[in-house]
């Protein structure tokens, strides 16, 4: 495989992935090995109840050098260590924590995900499963960590979304924020976080972002080394936010990188909540945005009711669908879950305007988490579980009003996630055995 195709795959796959010893031996190039199994398998250290290994550390170091093509010294190995340890501790945390929930994915999804990587680098299945293993990986490893992304990912947008709901009243503000920037310079922001939960992780997490600037400075992939390394929901995008005001950015990050070239790095820089390492790769003049309504995918399961319905009519199909609605967990489940909901009629709207739909289903529209089903929801029709499957808000120099209200909310929803996480790490018994 050339040399930028196995980069390309590895920023895919190296951010979150925990190796089998079996496989080890297979991997061809890899200095540093641990010397015995038994070393391999000693504790590095125990997240409340959970294990990690020194050979996760190890493979995880191996594959962060890979994705951002480093040269595998003892010298790289010490200066990314810390938070190599730092992120698998996460990755724990987070399991657990979608675990305690009774997040539950679907081995499907994982496959999808899987398929997807192996499609991303041109490669079948078959082939992909063939790279990992000359390169010591196994699939079901893979898998797992696959798994762990989407548990977390589903907790997220389950437990944290639905408390964010964005009026019209920000949307119209953020519009009128949007018109009047117009002529000003929007960056294309690719940034790496590193969060600091405690005063005296200060020094420790400061000298972790001095590390990742001399890897970068050393012709590291910035991008490989966000996805590894960033703790925040951008690692999921190799540290890419997409076009930003200088408004729309951590304070902090913005007063730095007007003042800098466009490619040319900044940090670490301490900002709200941790230190930020960032970059803008290019610039260009904002535009008018148009704030039309955009447009959702819509699947409905109705229960029917008259218009004057009497009131225990009502209160039947609210408990009716009530009781449906944990059951769905993805727009796919639909049709399944319809054959079990009789009398409520199964309706795939498709896309359609946001005000097209009826008043009382807007606000849903524009702020329900894809995937999962609204609280019943009374219409001139009769009770309906709206699951939204999609939204479509036009191109980049257009945003709808649909577009706005899912941004605003992703940042929202970032700021929450990121308070989770912090939340876990300080009630979590753990301890370090390196």
Not at 215 to 240: I, R, V, Y
Not at 267 to 286: C, D, L, N, Q, S
Not at 306 to 317: D, S, T
Request: net charge negative; with cysteine; charged share 25%.
């Amino acid at each position: 495989m050339p040399r930028n195709a196995m980069t390309r795959f590895f920023r895919h796959i190296a951010p979150r992935l925990v190796l089998g010893l079996g496989l080890l031996t297979a991997a061809t190039g890899l200095s540093g090995v641990p010397a015995t199994a038994q070393d391999s398998m000693r504790i590095a250290a125990v997240v409340n109840e959970d294990i990690i290994s020194e050979l996760d550390i190890f493979m995880r170091l191996r594959l962060a050098m890979l994705s951002a093509q480093l040269e595998d010294t003892p010298e790289t190995r010490e200066r990314l260590m810390p938070q190599v340890l730092r992120n698998l501790i996460d990755d724990r945390l987070k399991l657990q924590e979608a675990k305690r929930e009774g997040i539950r994915v679907n081995p499907a999804d994982v496959d999808k995900r899987i398929n997807q990587i192996a499609e991303r680098n041109n490669m079948s299945r078959e082939q992909m499963e063939e790279f990992l293993r000359g390169n010591g990986v196994l699939i079901e490893a893979l898998a797992d960590q696959m798994n762990a992304e989407l548990s977390w990912a589903r907790l997220v947008q389950r437990k944290l979304r639905p408390r964010i709901t964005i009026t019209d009243q920000e949307i119209n503000d953020e519009a009128r924020r949007m018109r009047a920037t117009v002529g000003q310079n929007e960056y294309k922001l690719y940034q790496i976080f590193l969060a600091v939960d405690a005063p005296d992780q200060e020094a420790q997490i400061r000298d972790s972002g001095e590390r990742l600037i001399e890897q970068l400075n050393a012709g590291a992939d910035f991008e490989s080394l966000a996805s590894e390394f960033s703790q925040d929901e951008g690692a999921l995008k190799g540290g890419d936010w997409g076009w930003l005001r200088l408004d729309q950015m951590e304070p902090a990050v913005a007063k730095e990188i007007q003042l800098v070239p466009a490619g040319q790095v900044i940090g670490p820089v301490r900002g709200t909540g941790g230190y930020y390492i960032a970059f803008a790769k290019e610039t260009r003049v904002a535009g008018a945005a148009d704030t039309a309504d955009g447009t959702v995918n819509v699947k409905l399961l109705l229960w029917p009711l008259a218009a004057n319905a009497a009131e225990n009519e009502v209160n039947r199909a609210i408990s009716q669908a009530q009781t449906i609605a944990p059951t769905i967990e993805s727009c796919a489940q639909m049709p399944e879950v319809a054959g079990n909901a009789a009398p409520a009629v199964y309706r795939e709207l498709g896309n359609v305007l946001v005000s097209d739909l009826p008043k009382e289903v807007r606000t849903t529209a524009i702020n329900q988490p894809i995937d999962l089903p609204s609280d019943p929801i009374r219409t001139s029709q009769g009770i309906g579980l709206y699951v939204i499957c999609g939204r479509e808000a036009g191109d980049e120099d257009a945003l709808s009003r649909t577009a706005i209200a899912d941004r605003l909310g992703q940042q929202r929803l970032e700021t929450l996630a990121r308070g989770y996480l912090s939340d876990l790490r300080r009630s979590a018994v753990i301890d370090i055995r390196l």
